[in-house]
C-alpha cells in the first residue's frame, strides 16, 4: 500500500509498505479521507512536542472498515471514524475516566505511525459510527471534539463571555461549540481573513484583531468592563497564552487547549486576586465524540466550511510547505485517497 512517511522535519517521502494483518480486537480501515492540523504541521515544521522522526502523520481520518476487529454493532463497509488516543486502560487516569490523558498514552500520527496511508489497523474499541455523515464531516470529528473537551473542561454557562484565543480550526470548532453552550463568543486572533471568517460563523458575536485592536479595552467595551469569564487557548503561541492572563474577569477559568514546548509565566498576585482557574485540556474522550457527532446530525455544526483546500493523497508532499504560511489563507486542508 502507498504511504507517506515525514523523514524528518521538513522532509516527506512516499513509499510501498506492508498491509495490515488481521489481528483480534484490532479494526483495518480502508482510509479516504485525512485532515491536517496544527499537530500534522508542526511535526513537519520540528516544532511539535512528544515527536520522534521518522512518522507516519495523520489523525483526522475517515473511511471505509474492512475488518470489524470483533467490534460489536459495526459492519463491513460502513463508514467510521475514531478516537485516535489509544489508552492502556488501566492507570489512574484511565480508572477515573480520563483516557485522555492516560499515563502512557499513544497518539495516533503522534507516538505513533498514523493515516497518512491507505489501510490503518486501529482498536477496535476506539471506533466511531459515521451515521450517516459524509467522509469530509467523519474526518473532522476529531478536531471538534478537543474544542468540545476544551468548552466541557471550562463549564461554559448560558449567558456569560467566552473568549477564544485563535482563530484556527480548533479555535473556530471551541468558538461553535461554545456557542452551542449559551456561551457569548468573543474571537481574538492576529489574522483579519480569519477573523472575517469568524465574523460570518453564526455563534461568534464579536472579533478582536490582536494587530489592531487595542484587546484590553475592546474587551471591557463588550463585557460592560468585567472581562471574560471563560478564556480559551487554541494557539499553542507563548505570548499569546500569556498575554491571555490579564483578559480574565473575576473568578474566571482560563484552558489551554494548545500546547506549546516552554514553559509559561504570568503575575501571582493578579491571578491570586482573581481566584482564577487554570486548566488543561487533552485531547477528548467519547463523550465529546459522539457529542460532536450528534451536533452535526442536528445540523448544528457544518465544518464542511472550514474546508479551504483539497489535495490528492499524491500530491500532498508537494504542497504541505505552502500551508505553513498564514498568508495561503489555508483554514482547513482536506486530503482525499479516491476520487469521490
Known sequence: MKTLTCTTPGKFAYSETAMPETQAGKAIIRIRRIGVCGTDLHAFQGTQPFFNYPRILGHELSGELIDTGGAKGFASGEHVTFIPYFN??????????????????????????????????????????????????????????????????ADVRRGEFVLVVGAGPIGLGTMELAAIAGGRVIALDVNGGRLEFCGRLPGVQHTINAITEDVTARLME???????????DATGSRKAIENAFSYMAHGARFVLIGLQKEAISFSHPEFHKREATLMSSRNATREDFEWVVQCMKAKRLDPATYITERVAFMQTAGVFERWLDPASGVIKAMISLDAG
Do not use: Q
Open 222 to 232: 463588550i463585557t460592560g468592563g468585567e472581562m471574560p469569564t471563560v478564556v480559551i
Open 88 to 153: 492502556c486502560g488501566s492507570c489512574v487516569a484511565c480508572r477515573n475516566g480520563k483516557p485522555n490523558c492516560c499515563s502512557s498514552i499513544s497518539v495516533c500520527g503522534v507516538h505513533e505511525d498514523g493515516g497518512m496511508r491507505e489501510y490503518l489497523s486501529v482498536p477496535a474499541d476506539s471506533l466511531i459510527h459515521g451515521d450517516g455523515l459524509s467522509l469530509d464531516e467523519l474526518a473532522l470529528v476529531e478536531p471538534l471534539a478537543i474544542g468540545a473537551h476544551g468548552v466541557r473542561r
